[in-house]
């Protein structure tokens, strides 16, 4: 066995940044990480490649650390996050965010600020309301995905009365015909759709 092939034996996440290195995924799930290891931190300051995706699925993780800002343009993690980082603010480039799966109270203010994001999944957290007056930094938003959270009632009617730009996706549980009447909405198979 040379050393190469036993250092990814000893430390699958090497393996899994030289296969980063060269499709610009960096693909960290089900790894079993409580935190991002600084060794993963050093090979994406170094890969000398654009690391533009970062799936951190599946692992043990109760926050991210804020040395995670770096350009990435899609971010995936299905932990036990209750908050994500303010630094997160500084991912300029992310178009896609999926924060879906966590423990997330709220939707973190900082999601908003991201001027290219295009794509927010926060199913399947306890969010029981978003600030819908707080402006949203993204000309780009097309989707944001709230289906199996914990939204008030009352702030289901509010939402529903408050024009957006995007399309919202809710359970269709949440939704009925007595609570609200718009032609513009739709029943779809992946829940209620507010266009």
Do not use: W
Request: hydrophobic share 40%; proline share 5%.
């Amino acid at each position: 066995m040379d050393q190469e092939t036993l250092m990814n034996a000893v430390n699958p996440l090497i393996s899994k940044c030289q296969i980063a290195s060269s499709t610009g995924i960096l693909d960290l799930n089900d790894s079993q990480l409580t935190e991002i290891p600084d060794e993963v931190f050093n090979f994406m300051s170094n890969a000398g490649t654009e690391i533009k995706h970062c799936d951190l699925s599946g692992n043990l993780m109760e926050e991210i650390q804020p040395k995670l800002a770096l350009d990435f343009k899609f971010i995936t993690t299905h932990n036990l996050l209750a908050t994500l980082p303010k630094e997160i603010g500084n991912l300029r480039a992310l178009e896609s965010l999926d924060i879906s799966c966590n423990y997330l109270f709220e939707l973190p203010d900082v999601v908003f600020k991201l001027p290219h994001l295009i794509y927010l999944y926060a199913q399947d957290n306890f969010i029981t309301e978003i600030d819908v007056e707080k402006p949203i930094e993204s000309d780009n938003l097309a989707l944001v995905d709230l289906r199996y959270n914990t939204l008030e009632p009352e702030f289901l009617r509010k939402l529903m009365n408050t024009p957006t730009t995007f399309r919202l996706v809710l359970n269709d549980a949440d939704m009925t015909e007595n609570d609200f009447d718009d032609d513009d909405d739709q029943d779809d198979d992946d829940g209620f759709i507010k266009n």
